[in-house]
C-alpha cells in the first residue's frame, strides 16, 4: 500500500511497478531528455543545481552520490564547482545513462565521474560511505518515497547532507494559475514537438501535484533519520530545495 499520493501516480496504465514504468519512462525520452528541461523549467533548472550545489560547499563533501542522475547534469555540476574526490551517479534508465556517458566524455570527465544502473530504493552502497547525496527532480519518482529517503540517510556519513531540488506548485494564486496553465497547456505542446511519449510529460504535472511538499516533506525526512532540514523555494515556488543534515 502507497504511504504519498506519488507513489500511486504512476506513467503509464500497465501491470508493471512503478519502477518498471519509470524506467521505461526515461529510456522512452532520453533522446530529447536534455531539451525538455531545458524548456519545461525556462532554463532555470541549471540556476537551481547551482544553488544546491553552493549550500554544499560549508561541508566540502570529497565522496558524493547522485541518485537519479539521469543525463548526468547534477553530477557534472557538483563535479566541476566542488571538485570531489569521488563522484557517483545512479539511475534505472540505461538509456539516460548512455547519454550522460557520451557528455562526460565529450567533456573529458569519464575518469571524474562514475555513472552506473542503480535503484535508489535499495542503494549498493555500505553505510556511511558518503559526505553529500544529491537528487534534482527525482524523488517524486520513488516507488516508496520513505525507502528512498531512509537509503538515502543511510549511506551518508553522520553529519553529511542531502541536497534535494523538486519541482512544485506555487502556492500564491496568481502564480499557481500561471503555473497551471504553464504545466497544462503549454509542456503537452513542446512534448507532441519533441517527444513521441507524451504521456511522459502528462505524468509530469501530476506528480507534482501528487508530491508531499514544504512542512511535510520535512517532516518526512526527519522521520527518515535526519537531524535537521531547512527549505528554499524558488522562481515564484516552482522548485523546492530541501537541505537536510544527517
Do not use: H
Not at 553530477?75 to 547519454?99: F, H, N, R, T, Y
Not at 556511511?128 to 524523488?139: C, E, K, L, P
Not at 501530476?206 to 528554499?232: H, N, W, Y
Request: glycine share 8%.
Amino acid at each position: 500500500m502507497a504511504d504519498y499520493k506519488c507513489e500511486k501516480v504512476l506513467p503509464y496504465d500497465n501491470q508493471k511497478g512503478k519502477t518498471e514504468q519509470v524506467e521505461q519512462m526515461f529510456d522512452n525520452i532520453a533522446g530529447q531528455y536534455d531539451p525538455m528541461n531545458r524548456l519545461m523549467s525556462l532554463g532555470n533548472d541549471r540556476t537551481w543545481r547551482k544553488k544546491a550545489i553552493e549550500a554544499l560547499k560549508s561541508i566540502a563533501p570529497q565522496r558524493i552520490l547522485d541518485v537519479a542522475t539521469g543525463t548526468g547534469d547534477f553530477a557534472i555540476a557538483a563535479q566541476k564547482e566542488l571538485k570531489p574526490q569521488e563522484m557517483i551517479g545512479i539511475d534505472l534508465s540505461e538509456k539516460m545513462l548512455e547519454v550522460g556517458k557520451k557528455k562526460l566524455q565529450s567533456l573529458g570527465l569519464s575518469d571524474s565521474i562514475t555513472l552506473q544502473k542503480g535503484d535508489s530504493t535499495a542503494l549498493d552502497f555500505e553505510e556511511g560511505r558518503f559526505d553529500a547525496v544529491t537528487v534534482a527532480f527525482g524523488v517524486r519518482n520513488f516507488e516508496s518515497l520513505r525507502k528512498g529517503l531512509s537509503e538515502i540517510n543511510r549511506v551518508l556519513r553522520k553529519g553529511g547532507a542531502a541536497a534535494i531540488l523538486e519541482l512544485s506548485e506555487p502556492t500564491n494564486p496568481i502564480y499557481k494559475l500561471g503555473y497551471k496553465i504553464y504545466t497544462d497547456c503549454i509542456i503537452p505542446i513542446f512534448a507532441r514537438l519533441l517527444s513521441k511519449d507524451t504521456r511522459a510529460y502528462s505524468y509530469l504535472p501530476d506528480s507534482i501535484e501528487a508530491f508531499p511538499e514544504g512542512e511535510e516533506m520535512k517532516k518526512l525526512l526527519l522521520e527518515c533519520g535526519f537531524s535537521q532540514v531547512t527549505i528554499r523555494q524558488f522562481t515564484f515556488g516552482t522548485c523546492s530545495f530541501y537541505y537536510a543534515i544527517k
